[in-house]
């Protein structure tokens, strides 16, 4: 079985201001990972993911995690967040190569920006 | 792509009566999952289904809760009885492939919102 925490449930930080958002999984099987984000009154929405490959990955609007298998960790970091960023965000892992393909969740985190 | 729709947006129900929700994923999105989410928590699995058969139920889906997807399409989630713990944001979501494929991420509805009053 797979779990997945977030030890941070709110990260206040400042416009411009650099973010790190952490996440830690357990598994003893090879997983796939994700960030999920949740803006106000909207659904998840994928925001990116390690499939395999290179351990750092990108999404769209300035996101990266990188995946470290030594140390069990995906951590969200953006080297400058803005007013639009406010957000919650869950980390997530799915079991490699497995018809049970289900996604577990963490607790989220929930990033507040200041001006 | 018209995504994932969930009905009703929000319910309210008395202790012991029973709800039924409705999910119309993406089209030909072979793969539907139900997923529970409580105020300060991620969602949690309750479900999913592969086409018409469901393959998968979480030990948190009690004799009260069943599922169902009968022609592969939509899906409806009913709740009998229900007790004031079963307050939450209910969430569907749908995939086009087994997890992890390229380009095959979860896509989510808005939910739908149970008070149990």
């Known amino acids: 079985a797979q779990s997945v925490t977030q030890l941070d449930s709110q990260v206040p930080v400042f416009e411009e201001a650099p973010v790190e958002l952490r996440c830690n999984y357990s598994s003893s099987v090879s997983v796939y990972l994700f960030w999920y984000v949740q803006y106000p009154n909207q659904g998840l929405q994928l925001l990116l993911k390690y499939l395999s490959g290179s351990t750092l990955v990108e999404s769209i609007n300035g996101f990266e995690a990188e995946f470290n298998k030594s140390q069990t960790s995906f951590h969200l970091r953006k080297p400058s967040v803005h007013i639009s960023d406010t957000a919650e965000y869950f980390c997530a892992v799915s079991q490699m190569y497995s018809s049970a393909s289900k996604i577990i969740f963490g607790s989220g985190t929930r990033l507040s920006i200041r001006p | 792509d018209t995504g994932v729709s969930q009905n009703p947006r929000h319910k309210i129900t008395k202790r012991g009566q029973n709800v039924t929700f409705r999910c119309d994923p993406i089209?030909?999105?072979?793969?539907l999952y139900w997923y529970r989410q409580t105020l300060g928590q991620g969602p949690e699995f309750l479900t999913y289904?592969?086409?018409?058969?469901?393959?998968?139920k979480s030990r948190l889906l009690s004799d009260r809760f069943s599922a169902e997807r009968p022609k592969g399409s939509f899906s409806t989630l009913e709740i009998q009885r229900t007790e004031q713990g079963d307050s939450a944001m209910y969430l569907c979501?749908?995939?086009?492939?087994?997890?992890?494929?390229?380009?095959?991420?979860?896509?989510f509805g808005n939910g739908t919102r149970l008070t149990v009053t």
């Open positions: 979501a749908s995939s086009r492939r087994p997890m992890g494929d390229d380009n095959s991420p979860l896509h």
């Open positions: 089209s030909e999105h072979n793969r």
């Open positions: 289904f592969q086409n018409e058969a469901q393959l998968e």
